[in-house]
């Protein structure tokens, strides 16, 4: 069809094959603008939608179509088949519409009206054409195939209010229909919901009290207010639906005082990234101003996840992802999101190493996501949090005896040994090793460095520098320090912080000595005194090697003593532990020993009484 015509809606010439032939009046209107006036109508029709709600229990008539309520609250067509008015109260027979051959016998409580939407005046109801100078009335029905999803809307809201009226929601999981039921509790008087020791928003409690469902069909809760499932828990539907920070996942719905980056310089950017701590010099364009500024209002304002940001890489991959590891990385983290970033954003590089990362794998220490948090890898290519890393070297090893396996990766346990997780720690770096863990990792080692340098003197001292697995082709052959600290208990001192040998790993209480950590075994680090700061305080010292290996006997047996407890009492490591397990459970043994039988080859008083065995090394060499 050749030709055009003007519309008398939108006022441009259309070709003829455009025009709405359905008009009841002599308008020439184009088809683009008929489909947008449907839809208009049906998102009115939307709007006003309203349908009173009829209570239930009601009278029901023969063949009326209602909803049955099984006891666990599902709900189901039925159709209305038999009326027994004789019986108090009245008795229904109903079929089920899915399976009319089911029958049920019930009362007018279990049953629930159907409510449908009206739509038999759809044929006669109409709107006033588009056109401004025209009166005619377009009937509704001609435009549900204008605006067929605008109708579809319609009708499905239609059929949403009428559930709702009827005191009906469907289960969006299995799309069974379960019957709304006032909360149990009055919501007045609902007291302070209490889940995981914390404390719950009382909006977000009432919310869960009126709105939270579970179907019987599918065992799955659901919200009926927004239909999510599972139920967001301690949220209410806007914070469910409200952006999540990036680290703690809390709801986003503070609106905090950003600018506008469309009107905002680069200087003004520049600044205002500057004030969160986050380093912006990567960024070349203002495009990238935009972007990193954007990223700030991604985290919420609080301190922890502020300190993450300001911790954390703020560069950009090549894949449009944040990187996830630390600021001032020379080189970044593979994608968290398993991106392959053969090209990086202009000034970064990744790290050479062929390491593939997911920011949902647990952080090894507190098993939370990667993403989490800004995240290293470790010398033995597993990945951690900075935040934990630090932490759990500020933690140290675990019980009152020294041991160096928390230098090891807590994933692989690369750089552990065998039971006592020492092994080769005196050659090796540990893999707990990053350019941001230095200062955290100073400490740590100067206590190995120490330590190694201890055990090879006790080694001698002991005559353990014999044994056959230091001999060639033994399991410790060449690693004399490695072998001692298998074999040779040290603690730190609380007064001077310098390890201090307290006895063979074989006087420990069934060989459990590093197993548990200060609460399991009880000790208090206030009473590990080595016995130069012990036999300062009683005015004992060597002429030739001052204070340094000065020993104590134990006051209840016949060994080297570990602790000093009390001001007053040095304890071996055996006994201290029994003393911790029940107080005053140890008693003087009156049995006597002679230097020969003795298990540390001096003579010395009863059990009972203090004594300095002396200088280590003087008495070695007697």
């Known amino acids: 069809m050749d030709g055009t015509f003007t519309c008398a809606v939108c006022c441009f010439a259309k070709p003829l094959d455009l025009l709405w032939p359905e008009g009841a009046c002599q308008c020439l209107i184009c088809r683009g603008c008929m489909e947008l006036f449907a839809a208009k109508v049906w998102h009115k029709r939307i709007a006003d939608l309203q349908i009173t709600e009829v209570s239930a229990g009601r009278q029901y008539s023969q063949r009326e179509s209602v909803w049955y309520v099984f006891p666990d609250g599902r709900c189901e067509a039925a159709t209305v088949i038999s009326i027994d008015p004789t019986v108090t109260p009245t008795s229904y027979g109903v079929a089920f519409n899915a399976t009319p051959e089911r029958t049920r016998e019930t009362v007018a409580a279990r049953l629930k009206p159907v409510i449908a939407a009206d739509r038999s005046n759809l044929d006669t109801e109409g709107y006033p054409c588009p056109a401004a100078s025209c009166q005619a009335i377009v009937a509704a029905s001609t435009l549900q195939g204008l605006a067929k999803e605008a109708f579809d809307d319609f009708c499905m809201a239609a059929n949403e209010a009428s559930l709702h009226a009827m005191g009906i929601t469907g289960c969006p999981n299995c799309g069974a229909y379960v019957e709304r039921l006032p909360p149990a509790n009055s919501l007045n008087a609902l007291p302070q919901a209490v889940e995981n020791n914390q404390e719950v928003n009382q909006t977000a409690a009432l919310h869960r009290a009126t709105h939270r469902y579970r179907c019987a069909a599918c065992k799955q809760d659901f919200c009926g207010q927004c239909f999510a499932t599972p139920y967001h828990a301690e949220l209410t539907c806007e914070e469910h639906k409200a952006p999540k920070c990036l680290y703690c996942q809390a709801p986003l719905l503070e609106e905090d005082s950003y600018m506008d980056t469309d009107s905002a310089s680069s200087r003004e950017l520049t600044a205002g990234i500057k004030a969160q701590g986050v380093d912006s010099r990567w960024c070349l364009e203002k495009a990238d101003l935009v972007q990193l500024y954007d990223r700030l209002q991604q985290v919420c304002q609080g301190p922890e996840c502020k300190s993450k940001l300001s911790q954390g890489c703020s560069r950009l991959l090549a894949c449009g992802h944040w990187c996830g590891g630390v600021a001032g990385e020379t080189d970044c983290l593979p994608c968290l999101h398993g991106c392959s970033n053969t090209h990086m954003h202009s000034g970064v590089t ?72 020492n092994l080769q720690i005196s050659s090796s770096a540990p893999p707990m090793q990053h350019p941001a863990l230095i200062e955290s990792l100073k400490r740590p080692l100067e206590l190995r460095k120490q330590t190694v340098q201890r055990a090879k003197q006790c080694l001698k001292m002991e005559g353990l520098h014999f044994d056959p697995a230091l001999k060639p082709g033994g399991s410790f052959d060449g690693r004399p320090a490695d072998f001692a600290l298998t074999k040779l208990l040290f603690y730190e001192c609380h007064k001077c912080s310098r390890p201090y040998y307290g006895g063979q790993r074989q006087c420990g209480v069934d060989g459990q000595v590093n197993e548990g950590g200060p609460a399991a075994n009880g000790s208090n680090s206030q009473e590990l005194l080595c016995g130069g700061c012990s036999a300062h305080q ?74 300095c065995l002396g200088c280590a090394l003087c008495r070695t060499n007697d």
Not at 352 to 375: F, H, I, Y
Not at 401 to 417: D, Q, R
Not at 561 to 580: E, L, R, V, Y
Request: charged residues 15%.
């Open 350 to 421: 990744l790290t050479s190493r062929a390491v593939t990362l997911n920011g949902q794998d647990a952080c090894p220490m507190c098993w939370e996501p990667l993403a989490c948090g800004p995240a290293i890898i470790l010398t033995c290519d597993h990945a951690c949090h900075l935040a934990c890393a630090k932490e759990h070297l500020k933690q140290g090893y675990p019980g009152p005896a020294i041991s160096f396996n928390f230098l090891s990766c807590p994933s692989c346990g690369e750089g552990g040994g065998h039971r006592h997780g």
């Open 538 to 611: 009683a005015g004992s010292k060597c002429a030739r090697h001052g204070s340094e290996f000065t020993e104590w006997k134990c006051r209840y047996c016949c060994t080297i003593a570990s602790f000093f407890c009390f001001g007053t009492t040095h304890m071996c490591n055996a006994c201290h532990q029994k003393w911790q397990l029940r107080p005053g459970c140890l008693t003087v043994s009156r049995r006597s020993c002679t230097p020969i039988s003795c298990p540390l080859r001096t003579a010395h008083p009863d059990h009972g009484h203090e004594h």
